[in-house]
């Protein structure tokens, strides 16, 4: 089955600066990649997500890579802001009703 | 609209005794899953329900069995609950592959 592995598990950047996310899967199959934000004490909300037919996606100040060839996608986030401090999964699947396969978590801290 | 519901928000029980964790969701989803997180680990698959009528196991089913009342509800049951179950529990749904994947507020159990 599939297999996620995200790097680094914490991150902590100063205010403004930039901070990167990375996964890697194992199913060449996947081909949905969403990334998902989880607050302290709140549920996992969806960020962004990606499919395999685009590389890149961008969403303000939230851009997410892909690279099928070598199985990995990445989360970056610009002008980080002390909002930004989360924990940040991504996560891989097949399109169809199979189940999402979430990577274990980044704790990215923003500091003022 | 409610998204997803789950009931009870926090939960404390004794080990070998039984519990049911609800979920609902009115967004007319096909399929729903249960998750636990723990520290580190990330979000970990329980039981999935792809459609109305069916369920399968997930990464880490064992201890739990689940039923898909109808299309709105999937239920959680620890028949005999142990520390190892200490956890807090995601109900998620989303209505099929590549469609974003919504979460409940989460429960969270306390096994003594």
């Known amino acids: 089955g599939e297999n996620v592995e995200q790097h680094p598990s914490t991150l902590s950047v100063q205010e403004g600066d930039s901070a990167v996310i990375k996964c890697t899967y194992s199913d060449s199959a996947s081909n949905y990649f969403p990334w998902y934000k989880q607050e302290l004490g709140k549920r996992p909300q969806l960020i962004i997500d990606i499919r395999s037919n685009v590389g890149e996606k961008k969403d303000q100040r939230i851009a997410v890579t892909l690279n099928k060839t070598a199985k990995h996608f990445s989360l970056h986030i610009t002008e980080t802001q002390p909002e930004d401090s989360a924990v940040y999964f991504c996560a891989a699947s097949i399109t169809g009703n199979t189940p999402l396969v979430f990577g274990k978590g980044t704790r990215l801290s923003v500091i003022a | 609209n409610a998204g997803v519901t789950q009931t009870p928000k926090f939960q404390v029980l004794k080990t070998g005794q039984s519990m049911t964790l609800q979920c609902a969701q009115d967004m007319n989803h096909n399929s729903m899953y249960w998750y636990r997180q723990d520290p580190g680990m990330g979000l970990r698959l329980i039981y999935y329900?792809?459609?109305?009528?069916?369920?399968d196991k997930g990464e880490v089913p064992n201890g739990y069995n689940v039923s898909r009342l109808n299309k709105r509800e999937f239920s959680l049951r620890l028949e005999s609950a142990a520390p190892s179950q200490t956890s807090v529990y995601f109900c998620?749904?989303?209505?099929?592959?590549?469609?974003?994947?919504?979460f409940g507020p989460g429960t969270r159990l306390l096994v003594l």
């Open positions: 998620a749904s989303k209505n099929g592959g590549g469609e974003t994947q919504y």
């Open positions: 329900s792809a459609s109305e009528g069916t369920t």
